[in-house]
């Protein structure tokens, strides 16, 4: 099958358990309403196949615009690039540039034209990707470590997945995000998606909220037939480290979802984020830690290397997928990024922005297996951990390669990363390591005006998507905290179990880089 059906085809070895799931059985019966009198632990797959079908249907017309190995090469700026568009390039600035009421200057006269495309045609990618060592990768912002291509698309897929069953759904704080997007009569409602990457969420948020008009942003070309878009959604290229004038006092949701190894500064981006929101507007963010846990308290320890000192934060039984990670993470902060501090900044949350109301605020975390080990007292939720256990095994398995450019980058050498990949693919493949992945969320609604509490929410009102009932019971490793302090004792309790790192491998192969070509 391939990627461009937006459906996840798990390899046969990968089957969760005696039952073999769908992928959007379990998406869909994990993201519905919990239901009140089925009197059964067994979860009634067969009261959702039919929305299922459906759903997978509507998903088979969804095809990526461009399909790099098939194709012709170009080359623009000096690359030799492989893509599917015709020639068509239009600049069209930001779909918010002429819809300004006050007056306020566009996008293109606050940032001297940053590239901000619209969807609003079919586009030539040809300026916005490039190839390096057989990957394609975005060209607005090099302190992005991961490509954008068939590979990653079947990736974000899984991982899309596996977070909306862990949620419940497509967002954390549900009551009230449903509250902020309910219709009013006169008030046209905005959902703004900031690293969109496949477009999948932006769709189901645009199905599922016929009267809101949803926006995606991500610095790469999104991976959709712009022919099969609902007629509330639309698509932008763009680098947000760029600035977000042009979208201020807009939005009812901005939705950011692992975007932080891309971002330069994160409380900035953050503050920036906040000015796009209308009053009353609310703020999800969800993240990856980076770092994978022996249990949801310890972080594991980094494989150990011949040349590490005898420090406390790598050993011989270590993980070779937390050092590979370690290490892109490492790459990512040389290349701009400062992933170390995005990770604060999320963790901590969002009480301390003047322009969220704090008693708004919320944060909290989920945990995945890595790979379909986990069980429960609960047989439905056993089967759940086994099933997002799977999905993010062969998320990991994809990822660890992707890195293997930005690492080459930075003046590793390939026969090394080949070799760490290869103990990575026998770590995960025989689960040698029991260990979780962490993703932590926060959400915050702006206040009414300066130090004035967010408005009152509106009640929600159901939306015109029938809504499917499910016997499953809520993930077994979510949690959720309302209080600053409650957000930085969780982050001090797992801070202390890091220990004292290595040096770094690329930091060190960087040095040497840059020595040998002074020299």
């Known amino acids: 099958m391939s990627s461009r059906s937006r ?22 019966a994990a ?4 239901a009140s009198s089925s009197g059964t632990n ?14 997978n249907r509507k998903a088979s017309t969804i095809g990526a615009r461009y399909d790099q190995p098939a194709l012709a090469p170009s080359t623009v700026g000096g690359s030799s690039l492989q893509l599917s568009h015709d020639h068509t390039t239009v600049y069209s600035g930001s779909t918010y540039d002429s819809q300004d009421p006050h007056g306020r200057r566009s996008r293109r006269d606050n940032d001297d034209m940053a590239s901000v495309y619209s969807y609003n045609s079919t586009r030539d990618v040809r300026e916005f990707v490039k190839e390096m060592h057989g990957r394609i990768f975005n060209r607005l912002n090099d302190a992005y470590l991961l490509p954008s291509d068939d590979e990653e698309w079947s990736r974000l897929d899984k991982q899309h997945s596996a977070i909306t069953i862990a949620m419940g759904g497509l967002y954390p704080c549900q009551e009230d ?7 009013v009569d006169g008030i046209e409602r905005k959902i703004l998606d900031l690293g969109c990457g496949t477009g999948s969420w932006a769709i189901e948020m645009a199905n599922r909220f016929p009267h809101c008009t949803v926006l995606g942003v991500d610095i790469a070309p999104t991976p959709l037939d712009t022919s099969c878009f609902p007629p509330n959604l639309s698509f932008e290229i763009d680098d947000i480290n760029l600035g977000l004038a042009h979208f201020k006092d807009s939005f009812d949701l901005i939705h950011m979802r692992c975007v932080m190894g891309g971002i330069k500064d994160m409380r900035k981006t ?3 984020v906040q000015a796009c929101l209308k009053p009353g507007g609310m703020l999800v963010i969800i993240d990856g830690d980076y770092r994978l846990y022996k249990d949801v308290n310890t972080i594991y320890p980094l494989a150990k290397l011949p040349e590490d000192k005898d420090v406390s934060g790598v050993s011989e039984n270590g993980s070779w997928m937390s050092r590979v990670v370690w290490e892109a993470c490492e790459a990512c902060n040389i290349a701009g990024s400062n992933i170390d501090n995005s990770k604060e ?17 919320m944060g909290g975390h989920f945990f995945f297996p890595l790979g379909p080990w986990a069980t429960s007292d609960d047989l439905n939720q056993t089967q759940t951990l086994r099933y997002v256990g799977v999905l993010m095994r062969q998320n990991f398995l994809n990822i660890h390669r992707a890195y293997h450019a930005i690492l080459r980058k930075h003046g590793m050498q390939q026969g090394v990363l080949d070799d760490w990949s290869k103990l990575v693919d026998e770590e995960l ?3 040698k390591h029991k260990v979780w992945v962490r993703f932590v969320f926060c959400c915050a609604r702006r206040r009414a005006g300066p130090d004035e509490p967010a408005p009152p929410l509106p009640a929600s009102s159901p939306t015109s998507e029938p809504v499917i009932v499910s016997s499953l019971p809520p993930y077994a490793t979510y949690e959720e905290w309302r209080t600053e302090e409650r957000a930085l004792v969780e982050r001090e309790r797992r801070i202390r179990t890091i220990g004292d790192l290595p040096q770094s491998v690329v930091r060190a192969a960087y040095a040497s880089m840059n020595r040998s070509k002074e020299t």
């Open 7 to 28: 459906q996840v085809q798990l390899a046969e070895d990968d089957q969760p358990g005696p039952r073999q799931w769908n992928t959007r059985d379990a998406h869909l």
């Open 31 to 34: 993201s519905a309403n919990q």
């Open 42 to 55: 067994v979860p009634n797959w067969d009261q959702n196949q039919q929305d299922a079908e459906s759903l």
């Open 177 to 183: 995000v449903e509250a902020v997007l309910s219709p």
């Open 270 to 272: 953050l503050e920036e």
């Open 345 to 361: 900044v999320v963790e901590r949350g969002l009480w301390s922005y003047s322009l969220l109301d704090p008693k708004t605020a």
């Open 429 to 431: 493949g025989k689960t």
